[in-house]
T-cell receptor, first 111, second 114 residues
């Protein structure tokens, strides 16, 4: 059974810092990995999708990497802003569109 | 991408009653899913909504408690039946244009059962 772990559970940084969020998964036989953002009490916003054959994806200040063999992914956020404050969720697809989610990293960026 | 409209956005319901949540997508999609997010927890898949056939439920979820309809490729409903306070959660609709592609989520329905 696939298990997804996200570290740290919470992170508080001052504005402007570069930061890294970590995601690990137990079964490397995945189709893709997706990073989401969730604001309190809201739905999920897709940030980046990495196919199993890819090593990384970039969107603006966000960069996600994937090392499938070691079961790890990182989300790098450059020059963090208060508007980046949210919970960041990592999810892996192990086939048949079955997504397994981590518990998330709650990020707070202070002005 | 896909734009998903989920209704209602929130509701407070009496125990023993039922609530139907609607999910409307702006384009035809192959895959539609319903998730539950209990307070302080991550997302758990309830079922895959299949167009023209019965939904496929995950372990721990049954049709009598969570009946699902999917009459076409852009619309689905989830009913939470005979509610109890333990059903208080955020319920989320998710779609994928085709299997194992990027997943998109609605804004969720925050349900409180009193």
């Amino acid at each position: 059974k696939q298990e997804v772990t996200q570290i740290p559970a919470a992170l508080s940084v001052p504005e402007g810092e570069n930061l890294v969020l970590n995601c690990s998964f137990t079964d490397s036989a995945i189709y893709n990995l997706q990073w989401f953002r969730q604001d309190p009490g809201k739905g999920l916003t897709s940030l980046l999708l990495i196919q199993s054959s890819q090593r990384e994806q970039t969107s603006g200040r966000l960069n996600a990497s994937l090392d499938k063999s070691s079961g790890r992914s990182t989300l790098y956020i450059a020059a963090s802003q208060p508007g980046d404050s949210a919970t960041y969720l990592c999810a892996v697809s192990s086939g048949y569109s079955t997504l397994t989610f981590g518990k998330g990293t709650m990020l707070l960026v202070s002005p | 991408s896909a734009v998903i409209s989920q209704k209602p956005s929130r509701d407070i319901c009496q125990r023993g009653t039922s609530l139907t949540i609607q999910c409307q997508v702006d384009s035809q999609v192959t895959m539609m899913f319903w998730y539950r997010q209990q307070p302080g927890q991550s997302l758990t898949l309830i079922a895959t909504a299949n167009q023209g056939s019965e939904a496929t439920y995950e372990s721990g979820f049954v049709i009598d408690k969570f009946p699902i309809s999917r009459p076409n490729l852009t619309f689905s409903t989830l009913t939470v039946s005979n509610m109890s306070p333990e059903d208080s959660s955020i319920y989320l609709c998710s779609v994928e244009k085709s299997q194992d592609t990027e997943a998109f989520f609605g804004q969720g329905t925050r349900l409180t059962v009193v």
